[in-house]
């Protein structure tokens, strides 16, 4: 089987796994809501750049060094769970802190981008893309690529639309009670979306 002819189920698995609820999906959401679509495109580029570039280092060989020192990943892990916290407090807080006169702003391009690294959706996305749509006597760095190339295609039109959702949402949501409530309720699926890796 070539590479083109993995092109389409590669693309559908794309598609499904970055339209699918995960942190950076509500934490787009949440953005949506109380920032705005405009405001929110330096934390959707990040996202769109910073995915497919872990999906390509991963495949050109940094899962081998996690293989190799299996440490790395474990610390990799932590830190991400405690970044992940802090940014549901964040989401939590972003009402609040507009009341107050603070100036609460979304994530920008760089923190977006790095986040990939220690989002445990997008390790599971990238590892199971490398692992499902490599082949053996494959062409590695042009499957690599391939598949890389694909998430960059589709990734911005699935958090874009993860925004537009939010902002949408931001309409019926006039009230600082409101906003609140939907951005706690925001901030406990970011937690959830960490069970399965602390109890895994």
């Known amino acids: 089987m070539s590479q083109y ?3 389409l189920p590669l693309t559908l698995f794309a598609i499904s796994t970055t339209l699918t609820p995960g942190p950076n999906n509500i934490m787009l959401t949440a953005s ?34 996690f293989e190799a020192y299996p440490q790395i990943h474990e610390v990799l892990k932590y830190v991400g769970i405690a970044y992940l916290l802090w940014l549901a407090w964040k989401v939590a807080s972003a009402a609040q802190s507009e009341e107050a006169g603070v100036n609460a ?5 760089l923190q977006a981008a790095a986040f990939q690294w220690v989002n445990p959706k ?10 499902t749509y490599t082949t053996l006597q494959g062409d590695v760095l042009r499957e690599v690529l391939l598949i890389a190339g694909v998430f960059a295609f589709v990734t911005f039109p699935a958090v874009a639309a ?14 600082t009670r409101a906003r609140t409530v939907f951005n706690w309720s925001m901030a406990a699926l970011l937690v959830a979306s960490l069970l399965p890796f602390l109890f895994g």
């Open 105 to 109: 702003k979304p994530l920008n391009f």
């Open 162 to 175: 993860w925004t537009l959702f939010g902002t949408a949402i931001r309409r019926l949501l006039k009230s």
């Open 5 to 7: 002819d993995l092109l």
């Open 122 to 131: 997008a390790w599971i996305m990238s590892v199971g893309a490398i692992a």
């Open 32 to 65: 949506g809501v109380n920032f705005g679509f405009r405001r929110t495109v330096p934390h959707m580029l990040g996202i769109a750049t910073g995915f497919p570039v872990m999906v390509a280092a991963i495949g050109l060989g940094l899962g081998g060094l």
